[in-house]
């Protein structure tokens, strides 16, 4: 059945037909991106019709609850960890100490 979407929050949307459908009833709503119905806009949205109301212009809003559904869960990327170093040893340092003179001369 093909019908226009009026309104969609997370809650509900609103859809606009020329068909009628029983209150109550699961429906599957697959929004699409172009005239002639090939190319999928989103994923399909679940919902139940709650309402449904006669217009002047013989068309018929439906009031449907959208069924919210746990989306799958992509797979974590491997992270890598290297191996851990084996501490540095530690040495004793020790401090030399040169006394520079200027002028060539050694003082004794």
Request: a positive charge.
């Amino acid at each position: 059945m093909q019908g226009v979407l009026l309104d969609l929050n997370p809650y509900g949307m609103k859809l606009r037909m020329l068909d009628s459908i029983d209150e109550g009833t699961e429906v599957v709503v697959q929004m699409m991106r172009d005239d002639e119905f090939s190319v999928p806009l989103s994923q399909p949205i679940h919902g139940r019709v709650m309402r449904r109301e006669t217009g002047f212009s013989g068309f018929i809003d439906h009031g449907i609850k959208v069924s919210i559904r746990a989306m799958p869960q992509a797979p974590q990327p491997r992270v890598y960890r290297p191996t851990p170093r084996p501490p540095a040893r530690t040495r004793k340092t020790r401090m030399h100490t040169v006394d520079y003179r200027f002028g060539g001369g050694r003082r004794r």
